[in-house]
């Protein structure tokens, strides 16, 4: 015999605040130690094109010789893309090197921001150069807080500082639970880049 759905279960009550309204912009901030953190703000990114938005991404750790799949569409679709990392640290030969490449990145970043060119800029992988202290978090807060009205941004990467947590509209914890890491088995084209 087949499970009985739970109708008990589903929402009755309309969710939403009352006295709703609407926002300029948002600040979204996806951190945590699970995947889907920078999914998620490419999901957004598709969105927010779809709705002829001009976008653009910063990638702080992922190098521009490396060939992932959003890049490849989200030029394609108009996207402004800067892969402005010198990858992943524990394969760096010069951490002094990747210190200053983030640092630039993170310059090119606040003045993306600032133009107000763009409706939505993603800021992938930020929150590491706040927790490894390469750019101090109070840099990055105050270009949020000064940032054009209709400018929203998207931040991604592990361990967003409070102060990061403090000014974003909407912050998501994406929590391990379980990845086929685990079990030896490497990054897939199409699902992980």
């Known amino acids: 015999m087949a499970d009985t759905p739970d109708t008990t279960q589903a929402l009755t009550d309309d969710p939403r605040p009352e006295g709703g309204r609407r926002a300029d ?21 598709v969105r927010a094109l779809a709705r002829d938005w001009k976008v653009a991404v910063v990638q702080f750790i992922k190098a521009s010789d490396w060939k992932v799949g959003e890049e490849k569409i989200g030029r394609q679709l108009g996207v402004e893309w800067r892969a402005l990392g010198g990858g992943f640290t524990w394969d760096s030969n010069d951490l002094s090197h990747d ?5 630039d990145a993170w310059g090119q970043a606040a003045e993306l921001i600032a133009s107000g060119e763009f409706d939505l800029v993603i800021l992938d992988e930020l929150t590491y150069l706040c927790s490894w202290g390469w750019v101090p978090a109070a840099d990055i807060v105050e270009a949020i807080v000064n940032r054009p009205r ?9 361990d967003a500082p409070q102060a990061l947590i403090d000014v974003a509209d909407t912050v998501t914890e994406m929590r391990h639970v379980k990845h086929a890491y685990d079990a030896g088995i490497i990054a897939k084209r199409g699902i992980d880049y």
Not at 31 to 42: E, H, I, L, V
Not at 99 to 103: M, N, P
């Open 99 to 103: 210190i200053a490449l983030a640092r």
């Open 150 to 158: 209709h400018v929203n941004l998207v931040i991604t990467g592990r």
């Open 25 to 45: 912009s948002l600040v979204l901030v996806n951190t945590g130690n699970g995947k889907g953190k920078s999914s998620a703000a490419f999901g957004v990114m």
